[in-house]
């Protein structure tokens, strides 16, 4: 599965970029749950400078690790 994973990374990887020059300011990773722990563990909000990449290293998910970026859009807060 070593093509699925590394599409799967590039993917993220765009996703990421694209978050990063819109109005976010911190970055989501949301992920399904039924994913494994590996992704389990890294759902949170996110500096851009401490993203992990998805999938995360030891994802085990059987058809690939469904977590996925989102935008934070603090800078619409009072
Ligand atoms: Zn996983």
Redesign the pocket.
């Known amino acids: 599965m070593e093509d699925y994973e590394s599409k799967r990374r590039a993917e993220s990887k765009a996703a990421l970029e694209k978050i990063k020059s819109g109005l976010a300011t911190k970055v989501r990773i949301l992920?399904p749950a039924d994913?494994?722990?590996?992704?389990?563990a890294i759902e949170g909000a996110y500096e851009f400078a401490d993203v992990p990449e998805i999938?995360?290293e030891?994802?085990?998910?059987l058809d690939?690790?469904?977590?996925f970026y989102a935008p934070v859009l603090d800078r619409f807060g009072p």
């Open positions: 992920v994913a494994c722990p590996a992704c389990r999938p995360p030891g994802c085990s998910c690939g690790s469904k977590a």
